[in-house]
C-alpha cells in the first residue's frame, strides 16, 4: 500500500478550496487553464512553461525553476511529471520553492501509453519515494476512475467515438476488483482464520490497490515537512495520512 490516505474513484482534493488566498506555481500549465480557478478563490497564479509562451508564463523548466526558495504555498503539476526528463530534479525543485507545510498536487500519468514525449510514467511507488527523499510526504493518492484498459481500447479504436463507453468498461474494471476483494475476504476467514474486522480491512485495501496498479493515471496530494509550524487555520483542509479513505463505487 502507498502509506498514505487511498482515494478510489472520487477526488482527493478540491483545487478551489486549497488555492483560496494562496500564493501558486503552475508548472507546465498550457494555456493556463488553472488561472481562473486559482483567482476565484483569491489566490495569486504564476504559470511555468520551458519554452516562451506567451505574457501569461514565466520561462522556465521544472528541474531549475527561477524562484527564491520558500515562494509559494501550492505547487501544481498537471498531467506534467510525465514529461519531466529528471523527475528527482523537479521533486527537489518543488521542495526548495515550496514554503513549510505547503503543497504539490497534480496528476501524473501511469498505463499512459508514450506521449507527446513523455519520459516516466509514475506509479504511487516512486511518488513517495521521490517525496520522501526530498523532505516531502505523500499524504494522500487517487485513483480507479478509468483504466489502463479502457484507455489503450480508446487509443487502439481512434479516431471511432469511444469515451462514451469507458464509464462503462470502468464500472466493470472496479465490479470485477470488488468480487476479488471478496474472495479475498472468504479465503482470509477460512484459510487463515483471520477476524472479521481484520480480513475485511485486508480485503478493502485489496481493492484500493487492485484499483491503483491499473489506473491510467493518479492524482497526488504531497506536502512538504513543516506544517506543525503552520496555525490550525492556515492548513489546508486535505486528507490526513494513515488510512484508507471511504471508497466510491
Not at 478563490?41 to 508564463?57: K, N, R, S
Not at 469507458?166 to 476467514?189: D, E, H, Q, T
Request: aromatic residues 10%.
Amino acid at each position: 500500500m502507498p502509506g498514505c490516505r487511498v482515494f478510489i474513484n472520487r477526488p482527493n482534493y478540491d483545487l478551489k478550496q486549497i488555492c483560496a488566498g494562496k500564493s501558486v506555481i503552475d508548472i507546465g500549465c498550457g494555456y493556463g487553464r488553472n488561472r481562473a480557478i486559482v483567482e476565484a478563490g483569491g489566490g495569486t497564479w504564476v504559470g511555468v512553461e520551458p519554452f516562451d509562451g506567451g505574457a501569461h508564463t514565466v520561462v522556465g523548466r521544472a528541474e531549475s525553476l527561477p524562484f527564491a526558495d520558500a515562494s509559494f504555498d501550492i505547487a501544481i503539476m498537471d498531467a506534467v511529471l510525465e514529461h519531466v526528463e529528471d523527475v528527482g530534479a523537479a521533486f527537489a525543485e518543488i521542495a526548495r520553492i515550496l514554503k513549510p507545510g505547503g503543497l504539490f498536487v497534480g496528476y501524473a500519468a501511469f498505463m499512459e501509453c508514450f506521449h507527446e514525449i513523455s519520459y516516466s510514467h509514475l506509479s504511487h511507488m516512486p511518488l513517495r519515494h521521490y517525496a520522501e527523499k526530498n523532505g516531502l510526504e505523500l499524504v494522500s493518492i487517487a485513483g480507479g476512475r478509468r483504466f489502463g484498459i479502457d484507455y489503450h481500447l480508446q487509443v487502439l479504436l481512434y479516431p471511432i467515438p469511444f469515451g462514451f463507453a469507458r464509464v462503462a468498461i470502468a464500472s466493470a474494471i472496479r465490479g470485477v476488483f470488488r468480487l476479488k476483494s471478496v474472495g479475498a475476504y472468504c479465503a482470509l476467514r477460512l484459510k487463515r482464520r483471520m477476524g472479521h474486522r481484520e480480513a475485511a480491512e485486508k480485503a478493502r485495501a485489496y481493492y484500493g490497490l487492485e484499483c491503483l496498479r491499473q489506473s491510467v493515471g493518479l492524482n497526488y496530494v504531497i506536502q512538504k515537512r513543516g506544517a506543525a509550524d503552520l496555525c490550525e487555520a492556515d492548513k489546508p483542509s486535505v486528507a490526513a495520512p494513515g488510512k484508507m479513505a471511504p471508497l466510491a463505487a
